[in-house]
């Protein structure tokens, strides 16, 4: 086609390439604008500096906070939900009480709610969010008491 100087066959084939680059130049940009103005900035494993406590944060309102040792029993784990405000940068996170009860349950007498609620009480919370360079800092709104978190 190039060989044979076909002006008609060229043209045609540049009108393919420029359109199907520009096809793809728009959906790449469309989906890095959708995540970082869509998309939850607080996303992924994070790991506290201070204590046992590994928080996986999901899409959907739903995160899972992991404690290496409560107690006799190692590895708890317990779901959560959470509300999230990109404007106010906050973060609310909440226990649901059956979820306790489930966790308890598959400890075999391990553990009470009053242990889990002991070591989950504190992201019972609202807190204000920061991230800086792959750490999350949490601070509690009321008292002002902080977390911090490294991601994984």
């Known amino acids: 086609m190039i060989a044979k100087n076909d002006e008609e066959k060229r043209s045609k084939a540049?009108?393919?390439v420029t359109t199907v680059a520009?096809?793809?130049?728009?959906?790449?940009?469309?989906?890095?604008?959708?995540?970082?103005?869509?998309?939850?900035?607080?996303?992924?494993?994070?790991a506290s500096q201070e204590s046992n406590l590994k928080l996986t944060i999901h899409k959907g309102g739903s995160a899972t906070a992991f404690w290496?040792?409560?107690?006799?029993?190692?590895?708890?784990?317990?779901?959560?939900?959470?509300?999230?405000e990109k404007e106010g940068k906050t973060i609310a996170f909440k226990i649901d009480k059956e979820?306790?009860?489930?966790?308890?349950?598959?400890?075999?007498?391990?553990?009470?709610?009053?242990?889990?609620?002991?070591?989950?009480?504190?992201?019972?919370n609202t807190f204000d969010y920061n991230m800086n360079q792959g750490e999350l800092t949490l601070s509690e709104r009321e008292y002002g008491d902080q977390m911090v978190f490294e991601k994984e």
């Open 99 to 124: 979820e306790i009860k489930a966790t308890v349950e598959a400890s075999d007498g391990k553990l009470t709610e009053d242990a889990i609620l002991a070591e989950a009480g504190v992201l019972e």
């Open 14 to 16: 540049w009108r393919i």
């Open 68 to 84: 290496s040792e409560v107690g006799e029993t190692s590895n708890v784990k317990l779901n959560l939900n959470y509300t999230i």
């Open 22 to 46: 520009t096809v793809v130049i728009i959906i790449v940009a469309a989906y890095f604008l959708f995540t970082l103005f869509a998309g939850n900035p607080l996303e992924g494993t994070w």
